[in-house]
């Protein structure tokens, strides 16, 4: 192996150290992104089940109100 050689395996190793390192944040990014939306979900499904209890209840007024 001659310089020429091991100037050019050392770049690709630093290429390819460069291109994890950016796979990594990007996959961190997602990740994150990942939580907001499951703690968007949760908190869609709370207040659908609260506006289920809301409705319940209107009908229930409604129906002693009509008698």
Known sequence: MNLKDGVWLVGVIIALGA???MTSQRVSALEKDMDRLETSLQLL???ESRIAVIETEVKHINQ???K
Request: charged content about 20%; cysteine-free.
């Open 19 to 21: 291109t994890w390192g």
């Open 64 to 66: 002693k109100l009509d």
């Open 45 to 47: 499904y709370t207040i």
